[in-house]
């Protein structure tokens, strides 16, 4: 979605999907599209703005800089309810965007919606014993002992980013990749193609923590680096070995953090067991536009609800940290 000056300069954008399901969004709305279906409505298709298959926080509508800038925001949530009309779809949804967007939007008639995420801060270590050093003394040995167990002998670790990244790398991590969405309810949505596609666009974007064990790799998690932050996407493996999971996902993603000073690590969507190995629990916010008056309030409801529910989860799992007290 575009907004433009009569000369054709941008001045604001919003990256925009039309959608006919609701997977690959982490923002979970299929309660609400089985309930306006069985009520006789037509949830999908639904208009979507966001960073596709990835909760990954940040801005969604994108605007200039200087005194043209209420103006054009105003247009370009005016464009998503245009865009709406024209496909006919039920409602707009605007995932993981800023506070400040969330806020302002509700302001524009949008429902407002929160969920939490698990995140590490680097709060100026230079090394994982740093970070160590601010744990309760049982936590501490407690991520010790997992770490030492985690790795067997003959289980090593690799990092593999940029010009490391091979296909023979990808040909195992999409093993993991599928094993794993067909354990879970849902099923695999990216290609092996998609692999390929992402190491040729973005290479020194991607880390793969592998694990391999007799020269064989048995487990891997995939990330994306960031200009400030390590993102953690997708974990998968071909061998069950007790705490290999936490070792691949939040340890070494905490190892490789510090080693080029990023300042946190955002391991994703749910996951309460990321609190006692020292991610904190953050709200993320959607907001979510829904015509049908009717509709709308029941949502609304819920929300408000689940809004309460939310901010009480996040200010129990806050006193139960593993950090030691005026850390």
């Not at 000056?5 to 919003?14: E, K, P, T």
């Not at 030492?148 to 990244?165: N, R, S």
């Not at 691949?248 to 080029?260: E, G, M, P, T, W």
Request: a positive charge.
């Amino acid at each position: 979605m575009l907004v433009e000056d009569a000369s054709g300069r941008l001045l604001a954008c919003a990256p925009t999907y039309l959608k006919t399901h609701s997977q690959g969004e982490y923002v979970f709305d299929h309660g609400w599209a089985d309930a306006w279906e069985r009520a006789g409505g037509r949830y999908y298709p639904k208009v979507q703005v966001c960073v596709p298959f990835s909760p990954v926080p940040g801005r969604r509508l994108l605007v200039a800089p200087g005194p043209q800038a209420p103006a054009a925001r105003a247009a370009l949530v005016a464009g998503l309810r245009a865009l709406r009309e024209k496909v006919k779809a039920s409602s707009i949804h605007v995932t993981y965007e800023t506070e400040k967007e969330w806020e302002a939007l509700a302001g524009d008639g949008f429902l407002k919606r929160t969920n939490k995420q698990f995140h590490f801060f680097n709060k100026g270590y230079k090394t994982f014993e740093d970070f160590l050093a601010t744990l309760a003394s049982r936590k501490r040995k407690v991520i010790r002992r997992e770490r030492k167990e985690a790795l067997p002998e003959g289980v090593v670790i690799e990092w593999a980013t940029g010009k490391d990244l091979t296909e023979a790398h990808w040909d195992a991590f999409f093993k993991f990749y599928i094993d794993t969405g067909n354990r879970k309810w849902g099923s695999p949505y990216l290609n092996r193609k998609f692999f390929t596609l992402l190491d040729e666009a973005m290479p020194e974007r991607v880390l793969l923590v592998m694990a391999k064990r007799a020269g064989r790799f048995i487990a891997g998690a995939l990330n994306l680096i960031g200009d400030d932050a390590l993102y953690g996407r997708n974990w998968g493996c071909i061998e069950e070995h007790p705490f290999l999971h936490f070792e691949v996902c939040y340890y070494q993603a905490i190892d490789f953090a510090l080693s080029r000073g990023l300042a946190r690590v955002e391991a994703g969507a749910q996951g309460e067991h990321k609190l006692l190995r020292g991610y904190e629990p953050m709200p993320t916010y959607s907001s979510h536009d829904i015509p049908d008056p009717r509709f709308a309030r029941a949502v609304e409801d819920f929300l408000k609800q689940e809004r309460r529910q939310m901010e009480a989860a996040i200010e129990a799992y806050g006193e139960h940290t593993p950090f030691r007290k005026g850390s």
